[in-house]
């Protein structure tokens, strides 16, 4: 299976879920999480598809590889 576009629910699910993220805010069309051992923070678009270099620049700010990512998705 290779990584392809996603809804920003299906993103924010599995982030949240399976990768300990919560949500801290959002302002306007961008959902901020933030992880809260590390204080990383995640910036997602709430856009109904992400296209897929979009879903690389949010795994690679919430250091989560491709294929953790994919286990859930």
Known sequence: MSLRNHGYK???KILTKYFDFDISRQKGSHIILRHPLNGRRVVVPAHDT???GTI??????AGVSE????KYA
């Not at 690389?56 to 700010?61: E, G, V």
């Not at 294929?67 to 994919?70: A, C, Y």
């Open 10 to 12: 299906e993103v924010i």
């Open 67 to 70: 294929d953790e990512f994919l």
């Open 50 to 52: 992400i296209k897929l």
């Open 56 to 61: 690389q620049n949010i795994l690679s700010q």
